[in-house]
């Protein structure tokens, strides 16, 4: 017994246990909450259900938001009052609003300022560029300068030359000298002829006080500089007016930059550039603007910008790259308290430009979509000229969040300008317990993808998201039937492309979004899968192959996002062909190197390259 003895009473204390918490717990149910689940109780004032990421959803009973399938919440309108909220207006909550990491600035007036950054190279000063010619005809009997580059100064022997003329023209000079007294004239105009082929006082005087014909005449340098083309050998006859060599002078040069287009209104005569050169580390040099070329070329789509610099010790040498910077600003008479905002702020489609505007609403928080018209571009700014108004606080992180929650609803949006029901479903999702419903009825107008740039803001889809085993599986599934798609296009087959588009709609439908635990994750597949959707729908209906391929060029940009996002656990190669969509180039995805091209097909089957391996 004694042995039992410590088992009998840890026994004993286990029921004492038992029994006291049976007591002290009453007859109140077990609650047992699953992982992700939460229980809320239904609001009593307003006996509504709300979504945390689109609050304008308003149920009777508790469920999942029809827009983006997460678990409603109760609705809280003790904080709202009696506000007035607009139908155009997006509403969201403070929760959702944090996490949607939304972030806004103030539109502000500021100096029309710009931090501009400029290439260019080191160029002989055109006005110090020279040609030394020979103003004698003959035979270059000796060459005094015999490499590029070589220095030579003005009055300087570069070459000898034998010539019959210069000759005949000694013999007249040394003629008329005898009969200076009496034809002072024919003497002056004898000196004259050999100065004007440039000979010197000092070489006239020689051949005066010597009395002898010389057969070869020095040819004197004209300029200083440096030799920059020799174009003469040994032993050429040369003309009156042949080009010996040119000759720069590097006393002065100027740094010649390249400016973009849209830098060229910043860029005034007058404007100091700070520049460096890459050849002389650790000096700054500093000048002005003294000439913008009018012209832009068309093949750089850039204009020239010089500036003049003196270079007494000849370090700055013809060919050298500089950077330079100038802190620009435009003419304040023309641009006065310019209304800027950060580039952040603004979704560009190529033709408009959407901000997201707060409403100052006291205590709701919503925005709204507005097209605006933008000035120059500042750097981390742009200037806008048309649209806003100083004090407006627009949306400068999140943009996309808020444009994507708009674009569901069926309000105004980036993709969508004209609002409306188009693309406000998801096909496949459950919109609220109905069947499934395409996102254009009967008559709605639907978008054509086919048509649609492929645009999207995906910058924030750059890093890998965490997802479930489950979801993974459900998305390796669609990847599989877009594999069939693509090779049913390599093949030509219009047929089959069709039954493979269905077959993706149909493994889309079955995709749980609920699985995306992941705020951001949820985000942008909610996005991924109404593109992808969409098009798949227009390919199962198009029986024609080149609209059906416009359609996948649009479907593989989206699904190529999701592979790069989620992953497949597989290796797989995103291809790219320059050729194709009339030489605007599309990719595709592929679980194998070798290329079989979708888009051109057995007229080009191998047309193509990997572009990247999504691990």
């Not at 979801?471 to 390599?490: G, S, T």
């Not at 609209?547 to 940009?557: C, I, P, T």
Request: hydrophobic letters at 35%; charged letters at 25%; aromatic letters at 8%.
């Amino acid at each position: 017994m004694k042995k039992y003895k410590n088992y009998l009473i840890a026994a004993g204390i286990l029921v004492i246990g038992i029994f006291l918490g049976l007591l002290f717990s009453g007859d109140k149910e077990e609650v047992v909450h699953k992982d992700g689940e939460h229980e809320y109780v239904q609001d009593e004032e307003t006996g509504l259900w709300t979504c945390a990421m689109h609050p304008q959803i308003r149920m009777e009973e508790p469920g999942n938001c029809p827009i983006c399938g997460m678990e409603l919440i109760p609705l809280d309108e003790s904080n709202n009052g009696d506000e007035e909220i607009a139908s155009n207006e997006i509403v969201m909550s403070p929760q959702a609003l944090q996490l949607a990491n939304i972030q806004t600035s103030v539109v502000q007036k500021a100096d029309a300022s710009k931090e501009i950054r400029l290439l260019g190279r080191i160029k002989p000063d055109e006005r110090k560029l020279f040609s030394q010619v020979s103003h004698i005809p003959g035979r270059i009997e000796r060459l005094y300068v015999n490499f590029t580059g070589e220095k030579v100064y003005s009055g300087q022997k570069i070459a000898r030359i034998y010539s019959p003329d210069l000759i005949s023209a000694q013999k007249e000079l040394l003629e008329a000298i005898r009969s200076r007294e009496v034809y002072p004239q024919l003497y002056t105009a004898s000196r004259n002829k050999l100065k004007l082929w440039k000979l010197s006082e000092a070489q006239l005087d020689a051949i005066e006080e010597s009395g002898e014909v010389q057969e070869q005449i020095d040819i004197l340098s004209d300029h200083s500089g440096y030799v920059m083309s020799k174009n003469v050998e040994l032993g050429d006859y040369v003309k009156a007016g042949s080009n010996l060599f040119e000759i720069a002078n590097l006393s002065t040069v100027w740094a010649m930059f390249e400016a973009y287009e849209a830098d060229i209104p910043w860029i005034n005569n007058g404007d100091v550039v700070d520049f460096t050169i890459q050849a002389i580390p650790g000096k700054k040099f500093q000048g002005k603007v003294t000439y913008v070329d009018p012209f832009v070329s068309s093949a750089t789509r850039v204009a020239k910008v010089r500036v003049e610099v003196n270079n007494p010790a000849g370090k700055l040498l013809p060919e050298m790259y500089v950077n330079g910077i100038i802190q620009a600003q435009l003419d304040k008479d023309k641009v006065k308290d310019a209304l800027v905002i950060p580039k952040s702020a603004v979704l560009w489609t190529g033709k408009r430009s959407v901000v997201y505007v707060q409403v100052p609403h006291e205590k709701t928080i919503s925005f709204v979509y507005r097209e605006i018209t933008l000035g120059p571009d500042t750097g981390d700014f742009y200037m806008v000229a048309e649209g806003l108004e100083e004090g407006e606080v627009v949306v400068t992180n999140g943009v996309f969040r808020i444009d994507a929650s708009a674009q569901l609803v069926g309000q105004k949006s980036m993709m969508n300008p004209d609002g409306g029901v188009a693309m406000t479903g998801h096909a496949g999702m459950d919109m609220g317990g109905g069947s499934p419903k395409t996102s254009a009825g009967k008559g709605d107008k639907a978008t054509d993808h086919s048509k649609m740039e492929d645009n999207t803001d995906h910058t924030e889809m750059g890093k890998r998201i965490s997802i479930s085993k489950e979801f993974k599986n459900q998305l390796k599934l669609v990847f599989e039937e877009y594999l069939d798609l693509k090779d049913a296009f390599a093949g030509d087959d219009k047929g089959k492309a069709q039954k493979s588009a269905k077959g993706l709609l149909n493994t889309m439908s079955k995709v749980d979004m609920k699985l995306l635990k992941d705020h951001e994750a949820h985000n942008h597949w909610m996005l991924i899968q109404e593109e992808v959707t969409a098009s798949a729908k227009s390919i199962s209906e198009i029986s024609e192959i080149g609209e059906q391929r416009k359609h996948f060029k649009h479907l593989s940009a989206h699904l190529i996002k999701a592979v790069k996002l989620f992953g497949v656990d597989q290796k797989v190669y995103e291809q790219f062909c320059p050729m194709a969509d009339d030489n605007k180039g599309a990719t595709w995805l592929s679980l194998s190197k070798d290329i079989k091209n979708p888009y051109l097909g057995e007229a080009m089957p191998t047309c193509g390259e990997v572009k990247s391996t999504i691990e």
